[in-house]
Every structure is written in C-alpha cells, then in structure tokens.
C-alpha cells in the first residue's frame, strides 16, 4: 500500500521494525496523557475557512536564524535514528536537504556529526548536558567545527521520564533475557535485521562514542544515560555553553512563560516549546496549549519554535496560526525513516508540503509569513 498520510507511515513502521523499537519511537511516559494531549488539542483547533481570495500563489518559504527553509519544518533531534535505517540520520538529512528544510542531529544520533555533514550538510545539533564538561566542549568544537548553523539545547531531560513500553518491552534492562527478547524480535523482522543490523554499523553513538559504549544491548543505552546526563544544570550554564557557542542558542523544551522571559534574560536567540513529545512529564500542557502564553511573553524577542503531536501540514498551519515561527517534527520523520528510509522521510515531507499548500488555499493565507491567529475560528 503506497503511504497517503503520516499515520499510514506509523502503520508501515510498525510493520517493519522490531517491537522494541517500534514502541520506542511511537511511546510516550507513563499514561501518556501528554503525548495524546499533543495529537488531540492540534485536531480541536478549528480553522476558518475562506474562500475568493485568489490563491494562486502561495509562498510557505521562510527563514529561521538566517537559513532559508522551503517550508516552515525542522526535523527534531530524535535519538537512535542510525537503528530504524541503515546511517539512518544521514537518510532523513539527505531527504531534508532536498526538500530544504532544516535536520536535527541528536547527542545520541548513531551517526556522528561529521558523517551527516559530509553526506548532506551540517545539521543543527542537539545538545543533551553531560557530566564531563571537558568532554561537552569538545563536542561544542565539533559541532562549531563541522559549521552547524544552530544550538538546540535540550533542557527538558534532566532525568528520562518513565515509558512503560520501554520497561516491558525490556529495552532498560542490560541482561540476557532482555538480549534474548531483543534478539528474537529481530529475526521477526527479517527486512530490518539485513538493512540495519547487518549492513547499518558501527551502532555507536557516533557523538559520545568516545564517552559510550557500543549499542550491544539498548539497555546499555539507558544506563549510560542515566550515568552521564547531568541533573545539576541551571540557567547559569548556559553562560557556560555561550562561551563555547557563537552561533544561535535555541532552548528546547521550554513549555512555561515564566521559563521562556528567564530564556530571554540568558540571551538565547530561540526556544522549541516543547514536552519532549510527551515522553517527560506526563500530564503537562501539550506543546499547542503552552504556545499562546509563551509567544504573548516573548514572541517579540525571541523566535519562537513548537513541536508535539505535528501529523500534518494542517497541524504546521495551526501552530503558525497560534504564533510559531516553524514546526519541528519527531515521530513523523521516525516512522517514514523506519518504514522507507530516506524515500520515505522524503515521501512525508512532500505530503506536509501538499498539506501546507491546502490548509493556506482554503484559509486564504497567501504566505506564511502572514499566518496568524485570524486563520483560527473562535
Ligand atoms: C524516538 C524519539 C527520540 C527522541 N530523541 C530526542 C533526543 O535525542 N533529543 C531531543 O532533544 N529530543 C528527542 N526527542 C523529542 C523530539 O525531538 C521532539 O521534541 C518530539 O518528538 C516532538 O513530538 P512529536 O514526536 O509528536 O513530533 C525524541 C523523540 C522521539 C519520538
């Protein structure tokens, strides 16, 4: 069946990827209220309809932090992609270069940096806040090395939130019997297991590979984490990261107002107001619902970027109608990378983009840029 929408890339995922994996992209933490809460306050936003306004030309070009995008969507940071496609992050970033929109690599991406880099163009790097500082400036060279145009500091996992999936599916524990049910899950996904498993490593995690084990085991993935993310991190060191970053700051994770003027005060030059996908807090805002109060606070002075629960371009429409510069996008590029690769990743973007195009010509909304809360119906 040829994919018409992301929900029917969720399915082929599904269809192709080993459970554990599987269950790791699409879950979210506890009951995850939250991670519904994204998907559901998007769909209750209604907008207008207008008709008669010559939409023959539209124009969804706009620029974030000095870099042209095609369309107002970022691929998210989203950990792990080299395990759902061979090299899978440098598939989804060949796909979004060609599609010209902006790819997120992750602290804990398989491919490193350089590899992305190299492959498609420097990625805008996603930082989680390690232990070892000497080994975080490192890293901070590598990435201002490597010409990545922005800094997306991720501030909203001091700790990992509790995925009951993950638990059962036994991704957290580091013994045999969990290496035996990963194992067999594997097999069952024989298509995977030659594309991935055989033909896709080294499965490091290619940015920390000098800090972190080999990916023998994902339960070794979360016992590094939880020995190496650093819990202490204030607003104060972001003063530290800004000594060792000269390009833009991004926070990401930001879902309070209060937090978002304390953003402003640190001189960052943008946040993602975002729940991690649902995946920390349960039971918080979704990243829609957050998104008002913290633009009416800083959308003057900062630019401000949403992400949670994004399926379509009529959701990347709504959320530039709440007072988004751009969405980023997580699960959607994650499932079409797991069930395609990089034609799937493309397939998607392309979909969004015909979304986009319907969702501006029945609102009458010409360009993006002009996107507004007038497109939304009280
Ligand atoms: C499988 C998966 C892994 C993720 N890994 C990271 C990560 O490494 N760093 C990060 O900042 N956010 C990570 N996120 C959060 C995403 O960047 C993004 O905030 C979230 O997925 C947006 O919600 P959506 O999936 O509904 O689009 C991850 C999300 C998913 C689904």
């Not at 399926?311 to 510069?325: C, P, Y």
Request: overall charge positive; hydrophobic content about 50%.
């Amino acid at each position: 069946m040829r994919a018409a929408s992301v929900a029917d890339y969720r399915e082929a995922a599904r269809r192709r990827l080993p459970k554990v994996l599987f269950d790791y992209i699409d879950g979210g933490s506890y009951g995850e209220a939250t991670l519904a809460a994204n998907v559901a306050d998007l769909a209750a936003l209604k907008l207008r309809q207008r008709v008669l306004r010559d939409v023959s030309k539209l124009s969804m070009s706009t620029e974030i932090f000095g870099q042209s995008l095609s369309m107002p969507v970022v691929l998210s940071p989203v950990g792990l992609a080299g395990m759902y496609a061979r090299r899978g992050e440098v598939q989804a970033a060949r796909a979004a270069k060609a599609a010209g929109v902006a790819f997120s690599l992750s602290t804990v991406g398989v491919c490193t940096i350089a590899e992305v880099a190299k492959a498609a163009a420097p990625p805008w790097f996603q930082l989680y806040m390690i232990r070892d500082r000497g080994f975080m400036a490192e890293l901070l060279a590598t990435a201002a090395a490597a010409a990545c145009p922005v800094l997306l500091f991720t501030v909203d996992l001091p700790i990992p939130g509790a995925r009951y999936r993950d638990t059962r599916n036994g991704m957290l524990a580091a013994t045999a019997e969990a290496r035996i049910g990963q194992a067999l899950d594997g097999l069952a996904h024989p298509a995977w297991l030659w594309d991935v498993q055989q033909r896709g490593r080294p499965h490091t995690l290619g940015n920390v590979a000098g800090a972190a084990a080999e990916l023998n085991n994902l339960g070794q993935f979360w016992g590094w984490i939880g020995r190496n993310f650093d819990p202490s991190v204030t607003w104060k060191d972001i003063d530290w990261v800004r000594e060792r970053w000269a390009g833009p700051i991004v926070l990401k994770g930001v879902l309070d107002a209060q937090d978002a003027c304390d953003a402003r005060r640190c001189g960052v030059e943008g946040i993602v107001v975002s729940n991690h996908g649902g995946r920390q807090l349960d039971g918080v805002a979704s990243g829609i619902a957050a998104l008002p109060a913290v633009v009416d606070a800083v959308g003057g002075d900062l630019t401000v970027l949403m992400d949670g629960g994004v399926r379509s371009g009529l959701d990347v429409l709504k959320a530039l109608a709440v007072g988004a510069k751009a969405c980023l996008i997580g699960r959607a590029w994650a499932w079409a990378l797991g069930a395609r690769g990089e034609a799937g990743v493309a397939h998607m973007l392309a979909i969004l983009r015909q979304e986009l195009r319907m969702a501006m010509s029945l609102t009458g909304c010409t360009d993006v840029l002009d996107a507004g809360r007038d497109l939304l119906a009280p």
